[in-house]
Structures are given as C-alpha cells and as structure tokens.
C-alpha cells in the first residue's frame, strides 16, 4: 500500500509535461497550467513551497532533477562511495569486466622527476599501480593493528533532526525514538582517524584511497596552520596514524608526547637508517613510507570497504577566529555532491588536470573525486607556487581549477603587458578582445583569426590546450570571467560552496554565457537517498524535504519576498550536507535548525532565470557611527581591481563614520609608478609612507569604487533593467590608507589557509596604523574628531 508521502510524490508527478524538445525528460521540466501550479518553473531552477499544502514558495531546487533528487552518479548509480568510485573506473566491476586490463594502465598520478638538480618531464603512476599501493598502504596500516573508534553521537546531529523534525509529526515521539535508533545502528563503529601532514604530491592521494578501501577516517592537517593547530586536531580526532614528510616530521616529534592517540608516524621520502630513534615509552613506531609498502605488500588484506552513511574524512576549517571545527563528511554525501556537479562538466580519459590546491581544503578533494570518476591524468605541481607557470608548461593540461586570487594576477599581468607593448599592439588586442567577446556573447563563433593573432600567445601561459576553467572559494569579478573566456577561449564556470556541504551548492551550466553569478543548485542538494528513504519510509507522515532558500535578514534589509529578486541568507538541506562539527553539538546547533536547514552566513539573490547570486556576508558586518552597515568583504573585492593592491584589509567601527585601509601593494606596480611620476625614494618602505604616494594609490582605489561593476554586492537599490550592478556607495569609501609591503599570509597569522582574512587578528596586527589614520581624519575633519574623542572616552572607563 502505497504511503502518503508516495502517494504526494506521484501527486506532483502528475501534474508534469514533459517537452519534446529534450531528449533526457530530467533535463527540464514545464508546468500543465490547466492541472494547478505545483511549482514554478525557471530555466535553471524550479521553486516550490516549503510544505506543499501551506508552505510559502521559498524554496529552489535544480531545473535538471527537480524532483528525482541526485544522490548518486546517473549512469553508475551503484557507487555509493570514494571506494566504488576509484573501483568502478579500474575494473569497472558493475558490468564491464572485460575494462579491466584496459583501464589499469591509463595514466593517473605524476610528477615532475629531479635528475642532478634539474627538474624533468611528468613520470606517472597507471590507475592499475595506485590500486596496488592502496591497497599496500591499507594492508600496512591493518599490520599495525590501528584500533577500531567509537564515534560521539553528535556527529549524527544532522541526521537526527532532518529526519525526527523534517519527516515526522512533531507529536509521534515514538516516531523519533524510531528514527533516532535507527540511525545510530547505522555506523557508530569504524576505523581510525589517519592524518595526513603534507603538500599535494601523489602520496597523499593513494593514502585517502587506502582510508576509503579500509574504512578509516582520512583528517587533513594543514601544514600553515602550525603547530598548535595540528596537536589539538590530532588530539581532538584521536588520530591514530600521521603521514608526514621529513619537512614536517621535527614539528610533530615536538609535542609527540602530547598527543596520546598517534601510535603510527609514516615519514613519505624518509629513510628509515636516517630516522630518528624514539623511546619504546613512547609507544609510538617511526617508519618510512617504502617500508610501509613493503610491509602492506607482503600481507595483503582484504578491502573492508564502507557503507554510504560511514564517515569518510573529519575537514577541520580554519575559521578566522577560535579554534578549528571537524567537520563530518560521510562517503555518501561526497559522492552526491561530485554526481551533482557531473551533470554541468563532463570530463574524459584524454583530459589532464594540475594539482596545486590544497588537498587538505573540499575545493580540491571535490576537483580528485570527478576526476577519478572520469579517468583523468592528475599532474601535481613542485610544491612552489612561483613555479607554477613553469609546470603548466610541462603538464600542458586541459582542466585548470583555481581561486580569483590567481585569476585577478592573471588578468592584472596581460593587462599591464597589453598596455606596455604599444599603442598598435594595444590597439590590436581591443579589436581582437571585442569582437571575440560579442561573438562569445551572442552565441556565435568567434573568427580564428583573432586567436592566431593575439589570444594562442597568452594560452600557451597555461600550456595551450586549457579546455576548462573552474572558479571557487570566493567571488570571481564578471568582468574577469569574461576575460578569461575571451583570452583563453575556454569554458569558465563559477561554482559556490563550503565544506560543511561536501563542496558544491551551486554552480554555473554549460552554454550560460551570463557571468556575475554561481548558476543553479546542485542537483543533489535535497532529500536522503532512496536508500535511506527505504529505511524509513514506514516513517514518513509529511512531504518530501526540498533544497535551497534564502532566509529574511531584516537588520540587513533582505527579504525573501525583495521584488523583483528575493534575497536572504542561503540556507541548504539534502544529502550534501555534513553530519555535524565533530564533538561539538553546540557549533552544530547554531548553523543547522529544527527543520534540518544549515544557514550558511552568505546572503544570495535569485536573480534572473533562477540564477543563484552571492551578494553579501551576513557575518562580517559592522556598523558605523551613523547606522549605516558596511560588508567590508565586498569593499575589499571592489578595491582588489585597483592596479596597485594586492591585498586589502578594510576597518571601520560603531564610533567612526568613515571607512579606512590598509593595503599590501604591489611593488612592480608601485616602483613603475613613481618612476613615470619621477618620484625619487631610497627604498619601497620610504615610498610607502610618502604622502603623494598615498593620495595616489588612494585616488585610484576611488576610480574603482566609482566604476564598480562587481557581481557579489548588495545594493540597496539594484538596477534591474540591466545587468550591470551599482557602484560603491559613498559610505563605503576608504577616506584613508596606509601602504605595506608585507603581504597578508597565513604565516603571519592574517590569513586563514583558504586566504579569508582574518579580521580580528588583522585589527590588532594593524592597531597603530588605524588609530594613525582616524587621528588624520581627525585633525582634518572635526566631525572624525569627536567621533575620535569619544572612542577615547569610553577606552578610558
């Protein structure tokens, strides 16, 4: 007999038209307008009611899967795991045995050889030969008996309110027992945590395979975040094994005895004559990573492969303030979100991708999943961003993933080469750049002229065959987007996600050509998997859970009911969503709500055509003196055009009225300058402090304040008969700055290792220069003076 919520399902169902112009019906879907509105249709998203009889119609789910939700790759829907996903590529165990010697030998994992000091050419690893080193490394870590963990119950925090409130009646309290029980026979049991202390290099990918075959909990530990960080993270996931590599090795030995759980540390590139020697008190073994190997090799273990509901990494993210937060990542929610992202990139066995991302952050842990799922080549780099152009020279590939920070440089750097080439070769470039862009923009292909021209010069930067180019992490300026679609002649997609949704939430189609956005949602932001819906079914008494919405910020002025777009903070809920802060249902708690909703702290707008546009971040905020909030976030990405910046750092308070900066600038920039100017300095530092300099770098930070056309901002008033939005407010100016040569690192603790800012910290380090600049403004500007005084008055009591 059929159960309400199947009964609801098929209700929604029926009042369906499929379109004969797609071929695949889950493409997009059209309303029957004579059978009742059910949804609202869009071209890349749909919208329905948060509760189908009495919900308001606030909430966004991919045009592609608008009700079938995605949990699972559409053509192997059988891989449920990172383990069935590296499996179903090198033996294709499903259906096609007969793959498996041809797919073994494709090339997988390389790097770049140093032979007597020079570095070489790309040598690789087969699929077949990561297989058998997974396999090796697994069997060594069973050799060494890493015991079995009880995890905490608050990592199913998720789980247990999604389901207990979502999808049952708040009155059945038999019902959530039910649930809750069940749940908790799920996985309560699994293998330990291993930590992985080291750069992107082939290692540290055959170890996270190795975890996923033999059920243990892979746990990054950046190696910017110190040493600090990394003891309480160990301590904190009970880490019982640490890779390492010898660079990192003297840090860990350090407070070796401070971290009772490690039993294990396997040095990769480490000798083991020339490691050293540790008390049998210690109770920890030093090994090698070859000797692990070997030690795997000779005792062979079979696979104790996870479940889809089994944990499959802990993601400790930085933050910018307090102590780090475990994220709980199962296998299943991976999966759903790389299946998601599958529908818009499609990749294949030719491509090749470059490393150098931090593996230790979800943007490239998403990036290897689909790329183990496709069959791609993975090329890491040497470790040194500085040499990065060198290795895509080398790797030449076709697949390049980055963050804007690199983009912004790259773009910066064939702008400046442009302007300094010539009046007739500038001249050439904005003829080549125009016609392109209106050609790229109209649908219509652009004249191979213009690249044998202009454009195959500034491709081979990257190699020359780049196919592909993805953006995330933060906003990516359309005026830069369109840039590199145009020089690069590529795809350019923009993705939004965190790690607290296994990646991806959102993200530009193939073929949308309409940049200053994040595109659609992912089709698997939505309900559990059938599977999990299977199991609780008898459950079941409401309507289905559905995806994104944006949530009222009424102290920022958004609304989900704004006309003509909605905005409000973003909120998620399916299966891409993490099971919780590891140990810390209080954090989980404050981001995750009773109906099983996580707030992420973005501000969205849905913007035209179901478009998913980030506007504003409703965490970084502050008031000035005369009410007015500021986003400096958004300021600072506006003032990251100006020509000489390279970082900027944007302070303002409650007793202030105006807004003031510091900014790293970029010395070439800033020397090229002052030798136009004829401006003469004994040193950088000398040229910084001067005057003249500052009003300079200061007027050109307000031309482009003034000509700001930036996609992530969040006006007060938009102008929706165009796609090109305000410039920055007059508030929102910096009416002073100090100039620094130092650049904001995670190093020097201003940087998160996602390079966020981190404000408090850059508050203090900057403490002098803030107090200078207001004191400025305050002999300048008797309005600044009292505000000043006032600050000085309330420090005092």
């Not at 073994?285 to 190997?293: D, E, F, N, R, V």
Request: aromatic share 10%; hydrophobic share 40%; proline share 6%.
């Amino acid at each position: 007999m059929e159960s309400s919520a199947q009964r609801r399902l098929q209700s929604i169902q029926d009042h369906l038209l499929p379109t004969i112009l797609d071929v695949d019906l889950n493409l997009r879907i059209h309303r029957n307008d004579t059978a009742g509105e059910f949804f609202q249709g869009h071209k890349y998203s749909v919208v329905l009611p948060e509760k189908l009889q009495t919900g308001k119609w606030n909430v966004y789910r991919s045009a592609r899967y608008p009700l079938m939700l995605l949990h699972r790759y559409p053509d192997h829907p059988k891989i449920g795991t990172l383990h069935e996903n590296f499996v179903q590529f090198v033996a294709e165990i499903f259906e096609h045995r007969h793959a498996v010697e041809s797919f073994r030998d494709y090339k997988y994992l390389g790097t770049r050889i140093r032979v007597d000091g020079t570095i070489g050419e790309y040598k690789w690893m087969t699929y077949g030969e990561v297989d058998t080193a997974r396999s090796a490394i697994g069997s060594g870590l069973m050799y060494y008996g890493l015991p079995k963990v009880r995890l905490p119950w608050c990592y199913l925090f998720t789980y247990r309110f999604y389901i207990s409130v979502s999808m049952l009646p708040v009155d059945n309290v038999s019902g959530h027992d039910d649930a809750c029980l069940l749940l908790i026979h799920l996985s309560l049991v699994q293998g330990s945590s291993i930590g992985l202390y080291f750069i992107n290099r082939p290692e540290w990918v055959i170890v996270d395979h190795a975890c996923s075959a033999y059920s243990f909990i892979s746990v990054p530990l950046y190696d910017t975040l110190g040493p600090d960080a990394v003891r309480y993270i160990a301590n904190h996931a009970d880490i019982g094994a640490i890779f390492c590599v010898p660079e990192t090795l003297n840090s860990l030995l350090m407070f070796l005895s401070e971290m009772p759980s490690v039993r294990l540390i396997v040095v990769i590139g480490g000798v083991d004559e020339n490691l050293p020697s540790l008390p049998s008190s210690a109770g920890v073994k030093l090994i090698s990573y070859a000797k692990l190997l070997g030690q795997g090799c000779s005792s062979l273990q079979p696979f104790l492969p996870p479940k889809p509901e089994d944990i499959a990494t802990i993601c400790y993210t930085s933050g910018t303030t307090g102590t780090p937060k475990g994220v709980v990542l199962t296998h299943g929610s991976m999966i759903a979100s790389a299946a998601g992202m599958s529908l818009s990139i499609k990749f294949n066995t030719s491509d090749i991708y470059i490393s150098y991302l931090p593996l230790a952050h979800i943007y490239e842990r998403a990036n290897q999943i689909n790329g183990v799922y496709y069959g791609i080549a993975v090329g890491f780099y040497q470790g040194d961003n500085l040499k990065l152009m060198d290795d895509m020279a080398a790797l030449r590939p076709t697949l390049f993933c980055s963050v804007p920070r690199l983009y912004n440089r790259i773009y910066a750097g064939i702008i400046n080469a442009v302007k300094t080439s010539g009046a007739l070769r500038e001249r050439l470039f904005n003829a080549a750049y125009n016609s392109k862009k209106q050609a790229i923009m109209s649908g219509r292909n652009p004249s191979p002229m213009w690249d044998r021209l202009v454009f195959n010069k500034i491709k081979a930067k990257l190699g020359g065959r780049v196919r592909f180019m993805g953006s995330g992490a933060s906003p990516l300026s359309p005026d830069v987007m369109d840039f590199l679609r145009v020089c690069f002649g590529c795809q350019v997609i923009e993705g939004y996600g965190m790690t607290e949704t296994s990646c991806v939430i959102s993200s530009m189609e193939e073929g949308d050509n309409l940049s200053g956005h994040v595109g659609s949602p992912n089709p698997a932001c939505g309900p559990f998997s059938n599977e999990q819906i299977d199991q609780l079914l008898k459950l079941l008494k409401s309507n289905m859970p559905i995806e994104i919405k944006l949530v009222d910020v009424p102290e920022m002025n958004y609304t989900s009911d704004d006309q003509p777009y909605p905005r409000g903070e973003i909120c998620v809920r399916g299966p891409i969503v993490f099971q919780g802060y590891y140990k810390d249902e209080v954090q989980t708690r404050e981001v995750i709500d009773d109906d099983g909703w996580f707030h992420t702290g973005d501000i969205g707008l849905w913007w035209e055509g179901g478009r998913l546009k980030i506007i504003d971040r409703k965490k970084n905020i502050f008031k000035l003196a005369q009410g007015e909030y500021v986003a400096p976030e958004k300021i600072e990405n506006v003032y990251a055009k100006c020509k000489f910046v390279a970082q900027c750092f944007v302070y303002g308070d409650s007793l202030n009225s105006c807004l003031v900066a510091v900014v790293a600038v970029d010395p070439d920039v800033l020397k090229d300058w002052a030798a136009s100017e004829g401006v003469k300095y004994k040193n950088l530092a000398q040229l910084c402090n001067d005057p003249k300099v500052r009003a300079a770098v200061l007027a050109d930070m307000d031309a482009t304040g003034k000509d700001a056309q930036v996609a992530h901002l969040f006006p007060s008033e938009i102008i929706f008969s165009s796609l090109r939005l305000p410039k920055l407010r007059g508030f929102e100016f910096a009416k002073a700055v100090t100039l620094v040569l130092e650049l904001f690192t995670v190093e020097n603790g201003l940087l998160t290792p996602t390079f966020k800012i981190k404000r408090p910290q850059a508050k203090a380090y900057f403490a002098q220069a803030i107090s200078n600049m207001y004191a400025e403004l305050a002999a300048s500007d008797p309005a600044p003076q009292k505000l000043q005084r006032g600050k000085e008055a309330n420090a005092r009591t």
